[in-house]
């Protein structure tokens, strides 16, 4: 009988907790996407993300051994990532500072290049929209619909009641529509386009 | 109907919306611009490498405490429930070969069908409160207490700082009592901690236990001198008009309430039911009659969270005979909501995020703004927007209705949480404001108090004071030591103090 995706899943971690270096490459492809996702969430800059969901694998690779056999692995996945989104957080606060939003704007539209500026994000409205709210909030935002994690979870993973998480994620969603509504009618030129 | 602050009617969907789409989009897009998993694994396998790995067994990491409370939640699940399964085609050639994508794209179909399937929300009778049969136990050790007050009087009944129950007859006559077991949950927020019953012979009271899913409901029997503890866990206690009744609401978010039987501490459960289907339960706000219930809910899965926020927070009268819950409106987040004590109408109160103060009529459901009012709190009440359950939730602390009447005395408080995104306390000057809904209008008739509760005649309004620095936060600390009279309730009134030293005001026993 062919095994289900959780038996496949199941067996896959307890060969790579006992060091199964195949299984782990195969348990890292699975959910290299989740990982980078709740990273991503989590910290302020592509690099950083990147750098934090690798390390947080490497943590992943030491700590199956703490890993009960039979526990959801999911959960625990995403919490070691974010313990190493914190401690990475704590290790850049010294040397980093969080840039201007109009310097951000302005750097952006001071390009020649602009297409190719545009190009390289997503959607620029949203992206200008989403760096003006909070960090709480905006990290929210990123947990629940880019990295598809429920409410609870998101409380568990930062430390927040769950009742604050629906808050934040209320008001994201609520000034994203404002802003975003205000520059239906507003001309996208010269870096002054998200008043 | 008014609007938020946004612009948005106050009916407007607050999920599955085209911008969450969009953000889901924007997500997707981001992430297609970062690492494959194969580049990912490569990485891993090279760092890895780097440090010389040995087998995990060899060095175990230390991993939260808090796992084993996520497992309630995607137990089986596998990567294919990952957002991957969102993830749109990648840059540059990178995707494996059509059949693979075909193959995988079966797979990961088959895997989120079954995984939404298991996903549907948890019935509310199923979050953890157990089937209630009611075997109400009594104290041991409880000695009993009965005011020793006159025929006819009443008395405020309040704790102080070491437990202990009194009483303070309108003369000023502080009689002490024993201590109230097991009082680690009193406040004197309106979820109703404790909460004496409308003919003041009985109080209820939730017992020490979860700040988050509550403690046992305990009954105190003023005349008989019993206390029963019931169990029923629950966090907010609300008392039928009869005296009958004591309704009860578990943990946040469960979309059940217990309905108690004050005499025997017997009960049962009902499941909240909106728009025809299990809803979720935010707060109790009060009886509106016998057998109605006005409370704050959400349609579907739980999500009225209205001690902090919530997602869906809707006005709603529930029939305590079915369950069957009638929508009054929408409210506006975070929700400051005060209905009157004969259940006709209900003050939906301005703050931060809802500019406009409302009257909403419970019986047809009619929303109308109430400008002088709005006007009177334009520049204040801005305090009353704390996101935080820990720290109070969103409402006034402390309100009262004048009896008879449609005239709440309402708090302004002196110092609370800044809105989110800014940091430190926000302050304003405290005072009490005397609203009249019917007409209309504001009146502040007090600068450094709070109300706490009107004698039943509606001439005396008693007052705590004065308002302890942390006056926004929820607990005994959060109400001054002392409390006085407001006689006749003006501006010009004269105020007596009655007692000093108390740490949690309980209501008014008669």
Known sequence: MAASASDVAEDVIARAARGDAEAFGTLVAAYADLTLRVAAALLPDAASAEDAAQEAWVDVWHGLASFRPGEPFRPWLVTVVANRCRKQTRRRALDTIRLDTDLVDAARWQDDDTDAVLAAFPDPELEHALADLPDEQRQVLGLRFGADLDLATISHLTHTPLGTVKTRLRRALDTLRSRLASHVTAPRRGGSAHE | ?510
């Open chain 2, 1 to 510: 109907m008014s609007n938020q602050p946004n612009g948005q009617p106050l009916d407007m969907p607050c999920d599955g919306s085209a911008l969450e789409a969009r953000l889901r989009r924007y997500y997707d897009a981001r992430r297609a611009l970062g690492p494959t998993a194969d580049e990912l694994r490569a990485r891993v396998a090279g760092r890895l490498t780097s440090e010389g790995a040995h087998p995990p067994s060899r060095s175990p990491l230390s991993i939260p405490e808090e796992i084993s409370v996520l497992t309630r939640r995607s137990d089986t699940s596998t990567p294919a429930d990952t957002a991957s399964t969102r993830r749109p085609a990648r840059r540059g050639g990178r995707a494996a070969g059509i059949a693979a994508v075909l193959v995988t794209a079966a797979v990961i179909a088959l895997a989120a069908l079954i995984f939404t399937s298991m996903r549907q929300p948890t019935a509310p009778s199923q979050l953890g409160t157990p089937a209630h049969t009611g075997t109400p136990s009594h104290v041991g050790g409880w000695t009993g207490w009965k005011p020793p007050l006159p025929a006819g009087a009443w008395a405020a009944i309040y704790l102080d700082t070491t437990g202990h129950l009194h009483a303070v007859s309108p003369d000023g006559q502080d009689y002490a009592g024993p201590a109230l077991p097991q009082a680690g949950l009193i406040d004197s927020t309106p979820r109703a901690t404790a909460s004496i019953s409308p003919n003041g012979q009985r109080m209820a009271y939730i017992q020490a236990g979860d700040p988050n899913t509550g403690g046992k409901v305990a009954i105190l029997d003023f005349a008989a001198g019993t206390l029963k503890v019931t169990d029923v866990t629950a966090l907010q206690l609300a008392w039928s008009p009869d005296s009958s009744t004591i309704a009860a609401a578990g943990q946040l978010d469960s979309g059940t309430i217990w309905l108690v039987n004050a005499a025997s501490g017997a009960g049962h459960q009902i499941t909240v039911q909106v728009n025809g289907a299990p809803g979720g339960l935010g707060r109790l706000l009060s009886w509106t009659d016998a057998t109605h219930l006005a409370a704050i809910v959400s349609e579907g899965a739980p999500q009225a969270d209205t001690l902090s926020g919530g997602l869906q927070n809707l006005l709603g009268v529930v029939d305590v005979t079915t369950g069957q819950t009638r929508v009054i409106t929408n409210l506006p987040l975070p929700p400051d909501v005060y209905v009157s004590p004969d259940g006709a109408v209900a003050l939906i109160a301005s703050n931060a995020w809802n500019p406009t103060a409302q009257l909403a009529d419970l019986r047809s459901g009619a929303v109308t703004p109430l400008p002088i009012i709005t006007a009177a709190f334009a520049d204040k009440l801005v305090n009353m927007d704390n996101p935080d359950y820990a720290q109070g939730g969103n409402y006034s602390t402390h309100f009262t209705w004048q009896p008879g009447t449609h005239t709440l005395a309402l708090s302004l408080t002196a110092l609370g949480i800044g809105p989110e995104g800014t940091s430190g306390p926000a302050t304003q000057p405290a005072g009490v404001w005397l609203l009249n809904l019917d007409a209309d209008t504001a009146t502040q008739v007090s600068h450094n108090s709070y109300p706490l509760a009107w004698s039943a005649d509606g001439q005396t309004l008693l007052l705590c004071s004065p308002p302890a620095a942390t006056s926004m936060l929820a607990g005994a600390a959060a109400i001054g030591p002392n409390i006085s009279t407001l006689s006749p309730v003006a501006s010009s009134g004269k105020q007596h103090q009655l007692a000093s030293g108390m740490a949690a005001f309980l209501g008014i026993a008669a």
